[in-house]
C-alpha cells in the first residue's frame, strides 16, 4: 500500500500541533545524555551542566523508582553504569540517589534535581522508558508530578505511543513525541505499525532514527507539520542526512554539530 493513501486519515487521526506550540524544537541541537565524557557520565548533573555551559539543549531518559519518583537514568538495569547490580525499579529515590555512576564523581539524579540544575536555561527532552506489558500511567505521573511548576521549555517523548497519549489529554499543550525506528519494522506491515503508533499518540512531534532517513513516512508527517527531530548523530555524514532531513539533531559527541 502506498504511503499516500495515509494521509487524509493522517491528517484526521493525528492532527499537527497547533502553531508555536512545538516550534521552538527545531532551533536548538541537543546533547544526547547531555554532554558525556570525561569524567561525565551520561545522564548524570555533570553531563547535564556541561551541555547548558555549551547552549545545547538536553535529552534524557526517565524511569520510575519503587517509592513513585521520576529518576533520570537510561538502563533497566543498574549494573552498566553503577557498582550495584539488579533493577532500578527495585530500589526507592533516595536509595538510588546514593548510588555512585562509575566513572565520575555523580550519583543517579532524580528528575526534580535534574530541573533545578537547568532552571530554563535550556530545552528539555525528557524520553520516558517503557516495555512491553508495562502499565505506563504510574511512570506519567511521576514526571508530571515533577514538572508541577517548572517553567522552562520542555517536551515528553517515548517509544510507547501510550504516553504521548496521556501527556496530550493531561498536559494540553505541551509538546510531546514519538520516538521511532524502522529497525525490525520495514516493509508493509512496518507502515502500518507506524500510521497506527501515530494515530494512537498524535504526537507534536517524531523523533526519528537517524539510520531510517530518508524516510518517506518521516517526510510525509513534517511536511503536514510535525516538527522532526532525529536520533543519535555520529560523524558528518549523519549529520549532513539530519541537516537535509529534519529540524534538529540530537547528537552524541560535541564536535559533531560544532563542524557545522
Given amino acids: 500500500m502506498r504511503l499516500s493513501l495515509f494521509t487524509p486519515i493522517d491528517r484526521r487521526r493525528a492532527p499537527p500541533p497547533a502553531p508555536g506550540i512545538a516550534d521552538w524544537l527545531g532551533q536548538w541541537a541537543y546533547a544526547h545524555r547531555g554532554l558525556h565524557g ?4 551520561e545522564n548524570s548533573l555533570s553531563a547535564f551542566r556541561a551541555a547548558v555551559d555549551a547552549g545545547y539543549g538536553i535529552e534524557c531518559d526517565i524511569q520510575r523508582s519503587r517509592d513513585g519518583r521520576a529518576m533520570v537514568f ?10 550495584q547490580r539488579g533493577p532500578v525499579a527495585a530500589r526507592t529515590a533516595d536509595e538510588l540517589a546514593a548510588i ?67 501527556f496530550a489529554a493531561e498536559i494540553p499543550g505541551m ?8 529497525e525490525n519494522a520495514r516493509g508493509v506491515a512496518g507502515t502500518w505499525r507506524r500510521h497506527a503508533a501515530l494515530w494512537h499518540a498524535k504526537p ?44 534538529a539533531p540530537i547528537f552524541e559527541q560535541r564536535d559533531e554539530v560544532e563542524a557545522a
Fill in 204 to 247: 507534536a512531534f517524531l523523533a526519528y532514527d537517524i539510520r531510517d532517513l530518508p524516510s518517506a513516512f518521516a517526510a510525509a508527517q513534517r511536511a503536514r507539520g510535525l516538527g522532526l527531530l532525529t536520533w543519535t548523530v555520529r560523524g558528518a555524514a549523519q549529520r549532513a542526512v539530519a541537516e537535509q532531513h529534519c529540524d
Fill in 74 to 83: 537510561h538502563d533497566w538495569e543498574l549494573d552498566r553504569l553503577t557498582g
Fill in 100 to 166: 555512585g555512576l562509575t566513572g565520575g564523581g555523580d550519583t543517579i539524579p532524580t528528575l526534580d534535581t535534574v530541573l533545578g540544575e537547568i532552571a530554563g536555561r535550556v530545552p528539555l527532552l525528557i524520553e520516558i522508558k517503557s516495555r512491553r506489558g508495562m502499565p505506563v500511567v504510574p511512570v506519567c505521573r511521576a514526571v508530571r508530578t515533577a514538572l508541577e511548576g517548572y517553567r522552562g521549555p520542555f517536551a515528553v517523548m517515548s517509544f510507547d505511543p501510550r504516553i504521548a497519549r496521556w
Fill in 175 to 182: 509538546p510531546h513525541g514519538l520516538v521511532v525506528t524502522e
Fill in 38 to 41: 570525561e569524567g561525565r557520565v
